[in-house]
Every structure is written in structure tokens, then in C-alpha cells.
């Protein structure tokens, strides 16, 4: 294994392959209470200090930030907090491409365009692609501001490498 990642539970979209949300109950059956949030937290912590060099070396793909912002969908699911879009630039940097040719700006939003009798580069370049990206605005975007799983993607300053975060 190169790495590892981790995500708090998807809650409130269609995503990864689901045909609808989940009702309230199956929500709250996977989200977490509060006594298992406040536990989660302190085992991130602990995962963060005795794990460090991994973090540090990417084997644990995410960063001692981003780790602890797990907790925060689970508290928003709760209603302590309010739900606060991650910096993501998914829309503009990438494409999820599903098994029936559809294709999407990350795995939460609906499809801009179908591959089965196009190109990708046609689909992502495309009148709906374009427009969705002129129009959205990821920090006030509902979908946005309950991601579990965002991309971060740049290239890293003097090398050609790209860094995700």
C-alpha cells in the first residue's frame, strides 16, 4: 500500500453510486452522536501526534488540518455548527467519469455532459461544463458546504510536480 485516506461519512448527497439521499433516520443512523464526535476528535489528535511522519511523507494523504475537519461534518450534521464549504477546485481541475459515459465536476454535482458519443476534452470544454463553472461559487454552493471529499489541486511552486491538499 503507497497510502491511506481518510473521509468522514457521506451523509446528504447521491454521490458514490447512491440513487437517493438517505432519510433522516439512515442519516442519523450513520452519523455519529455527540459523545462519538467528541471520541473521533480525540483519536484524530492522537492519530495526528503518533502518525506524524506519516502525514508528514503523504502516506496519510491528508493534512493534520484536514484531518481534523472530519469531525466537523459530523457536528454540522448535529446541528452545533453550520455548514462551511471546504477550499476545493474539483470543478475546474478534474472530472469523475461514471460507467454509463456521464461526467461530472466532482462526485457531488450533476453530470455536464455524456462521453458515450464524445470526447472528454469535448465534454469538460463543452457549453454545459463552461457554464457551470462561470456560475458556481463553491462557498455559497449547498452541495459545496456538505462535501465530505474536496480537492485542493496546484501545481507546487518551481517544479512540475503537482501537490493535492
Known sequence: MNSISFLAADLTSEA????????TEKQNQ???TLKETIDLEA??????QDFEM????????????????ISRRFREHLGLLSPQ???????????VVEIDGEV??????????????????????????REFRASFDVETNAICKRCVCSLNYRLARNTPDAQVI
Do not use: Q, Y
Not at 54 to 69: P, T, V
Not at 85 to 95: D, T
Open 43 to 48: 483519536e484524530i489528535e492522537l492519530m495526528i
Open 30 to 32: 450513520i452519523g455519529l
Open 85 to 95: 464549504a471546504p477550499l476545493c477546485n474539483a470543478p475546474w481541475v478534474s472530472a
Open 16 to 23: 458514490f453510486n447512491r440513487l437517493l439521499i438517505w432519510p
Open 54 to 69: 506519516d502525514i508528514n511523507r503523504r502516506f496519510i494523504a491528508e493534512s493534520a488540518a484536514k484531518l481534523r475537519r
Open 104 to 129: 461530472r465536476p466532482c462526485f457531488f454535482h450533476n453530470s455536464i455532459g455524456n462521453m458515450t458519443h464524445s470526447t472528454l476534452e469535448d465534454v469538460v470544454n463543452g457549453d454545459r461544463a
